[in-house]
């Protein structure tokens, strides 16, 4: 599905409890010249035959590179057959370089350089954002001409992401919200255009700033462990993937507010192995 001028959305329902609203990969230019594609997905056999099946519609185009967001399994899984189908160098985040080589070979994989720009057909342009925070590796794309943001994992279309480093993911956002755009382009849950697309980051930010709030209170009214505080702040009926996800959100939030000094952490409690 066409989803701007330059952009082409491959949907596919992948059914993780993670992923609400199915998957995306991208691809961006002209389909009469040349393309990118934004991620590989999984290693579903099923998901690269989705992708291949797409860029047939498309008319096959060129590739000129295959850019990745970050080194997630559900982002790179694919990465072997595709770059076998369509011959394009792969461009990641420097920290990403090694593990992708492995996986291809040497020669193939070209690091990406902050802010670099990627022209591919019809005029456009992405420009590569480094976005740490939902991991280490992670970078969005900005393409300009179309007022798009590709959010990889940064920001999600229908649910909130996971983040390994707090500080560092709401300095991607306030970075994400520099970029003037219409359409959130995301590697999860479906693409958000206009009204919702432009404030999505701020609503990212706040989400997070609310939540740290939460904990803050909760820490003032005695609840002190990871766990107490995840049942205090979110809803009670959580599946246990994503009770385990809130778990993990609630200690990236008191690492960081550690780390500045509002919170300080006591020795843990101990108990028998069960
Ligand atoms: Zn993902």
Not at 173 to 182: A, I
Request: net charge positive; hydrophobic share 40%; charged share 20%.
């Amino acid at each position: 599905m066409q989803v701007a001028p330059h952009v082409y959305v491959m949907h596919i329902d992948d059914g993780g409890v993670m992923h609400p609203g199915g998957s995306n990969n991208y691809f961006v230019g002209d389909p009469h010249t040349d393309m990118v594609l934004i991620d590989a997905g999984d290693q579903h056999r099923a998901w690269t035959r989705s992708i291949l099946e797409y860029y047939a519609r498309l008319g096959r185009p060129h590739i000129s590179a295959i850019l990745i967001t970050h080194g997630h399994q559900d982002h790179i899984g694919g990465l072997d057959r595709l770059y076998d189908a369509l011959q394009a160098p792969v461009r990641c985040h420097p920290k990403l370089v090694k593990r992708l080589e492995a996986m291809l070979g040497p020669g193939v994989v070209q690091p990406l350089a902050s802010r670099e720009v990627i022209r591919t057909g019809g005029g456009a342009t992405l420009r590569a954002l480094f976005t740490p925070g939902h991991e280490v590796d992670h970078v969005s794309f900005y393409l300009k001409e179309d007022r798009v943001l590709f959010t990889g994992d940064c920001i999600l279309g229908a649910s909130s992401s996971t983040v390994r480093d707090l500080a560092s993911y709401m300095r991607s956002l306030h970075l994400l919200r520099r970029f003037p755009h219409d359409t959130v382009c995301p590697g999860h849950g479906p693409v958000v255009p206009p009204p919702r697309g432009p404030k999505l980051v701020q609503w990212y930010i706040k989400h997070r700033e609310e939540r740290e709030q939460q904990i803050l209170a909760a820490l003032a009214r005695g609840v002190g462990d990871v766990r107490a505080l995840a049942r205090a702040i979110y809803p009670r009926n959580l599946p246990r993937g994503l009770r385990q996800a809130a778990e993990s959100n609630v200690a990236t939030h008191l690492e960081k507010l550690v780390r500045e000094g509002k919170v300080v952490a006591t020795p843990a409690r101990y108990a028998l192995a069960s």
